[in-house]
């Protein structure tokens, strides 16, 4: 029997940070040795973990994979690895791919597929139409992370904008729905001062996209949940306003909590000048005073979770200003490091970052046995090393997209190893597909 020593890392598990080992077994951790706790079991290889820090597995809430029929862009394959090199373990994706996971026919292809093609494990998300709400109690709700509400542009017949539509949805399911909040009628507003030019300077997406369309929207999803009894998990907050929306309670006193993004945490409209529209996004990057709130937030506990919004498109689809370029970026490879830059310049704490990536979504949507370093759990973690500094450049990318807005950057940590079910996924050079990931179970 093979068994896995991981030995003298510094472990941040449950607000703690304590010198320890773990040993791994059949894909599960076996023993956690901290605070003394003697070895009991033999193993049968050892990783020397000195200098690194041991933490769980992110699970990353948010991202777009692009499979099926978007192809081009990304798929399965290509971000699953991404992931593996960030230190995700666990992804739920989302359902405007082609065709769109709006029937339970279309939900069971892409577990499928996702069962095929993800070296991490899986869930993905039932998206809400106007005209769909009748299917969502025959969801099944241990297989199907949530149901995805875009209550701003999406493609397709995704939007969802009338408003006893709405209220059948928030009244109709019991399971998390995570809401893409930007009102649809202050953007076309918005969209009219621009309409004789074929092209705007890409700061002005964010005047386009503007902050009182995130709040509008985000305030009518808090008042419909709030009738309905419904759980609300609202994506991607980018504005300072709509943390006044939110509770700092603690995670399982809410039924209603919010989401913040990579691409809002790490930028800012002044960020347009230098890397223009690789970061156009939806909802739109806003003021460095935003950023800062979001970051704040973080601590104050307003924001619950840290996702990536992964959305690659072609460098070629990114050409072009506030009309043209299409909107998302990749983010799943770097997202980890990125926030442990953000714990070096003291805007969180190492504790904290976990809580957001790791605890807080396995909490939040009820997953099984992930998301924390207990005996008994699957054996999803990550060795992450501080020091020695390294740049992004593209051929260290393996997102299909091949670009990413961090080029050029510099991180000092890196992710040394990343294991799945135990499975050692990435090696810290290499990611290996010989196995993969799990659906994820949910219990709620």
Known sequence: MKRTLIHNAIIVNDGTKKQGSVLIEDGAIAQVLTDGKPLTLPYTEFIDATGCYLLPGVIDEHVHFRD??????????????????????????????????????????????????????YSCYFGATNDNYTELPKIDRHRTCGVKLFMGSSTGNMLVDRQKSLKRIFEGTDQVIVAHCEDQNIIRQNLAKYKKETDVPVWKHRLIRSSEACYQSTKLAVKLATEAGARLHVAHVSTARELALFSQEPLFMKSITAEACIAH??????????????????????????????????????????????????LEEKQGGALKA???????????????????????????????????????????????????????????????????????????????????????????????????????????????????????
């Not at 798929?75 to 992804?91: H, Y």
């Not at 996004?281 to 950023?291: E, G, L, Q, T, W």
């Open 265 to 314: 945490l790490m930028f800012s409209d002044e960020d347009y000048k230098t890397l223009g529209a690789l970061i156009k996004c939806n909802p739109s990057v806003k003021r460095r005073a935003d950023r800062d709130a979001l970051r704040a937030a973080l601590t104050n506990n307003l924001i619950d979770t840290i996702a990536t919004d992964h959305a690659p498109h072609t």
């Open 326 to 444: 299409t909107s998302g970026m990749p983010m799943i490879q770097f997202s980890l490091l990125c926030m442990l830059e953000l714990v070096d310049a003291g805007v969180l704490t190492i504790e904290k970052l976990v809580e957001k990536m790791c605890h807080a979504p396995a909490e939040l949507f009820g997953v099984e046995q992930r998301g924390f370093i207990e005996e008994g759990a699957w054996a999803d973690l990550v060795l992450v090393r501080p020091g020695g500094a390294w740049e992004v450049t593209p051929e260290r990318i393996l997102s299909k997209c091949g670009w990413s807005p961090l080029m050029g950057h510099c991180f000092r940590w890196r992710v040394e190893k990343t294991f799945c079910n135990g499975h050692l996924v990435y090696d810290g050079k290499t990611v290996d597909e010989s196995k993969k990931g799990q659906a994820l179970w949910f219990n709620f």
């Open 68 to 121: 099926p029929g978007l192809t081009h862009k990304a798929d399965i394959r290509t971000e699953s690895m991404a992931a593996a090199a960030g230190g995700v373990t666990s992804i739920m994706d989302m359902p405007n791919t082609l065709p769109q996971t709006t029937t339970l026919e279309a939900l069971e292809q892409k577990m499928e597929l996702l069962g095929q093609k993800s070296v991490v494990n």
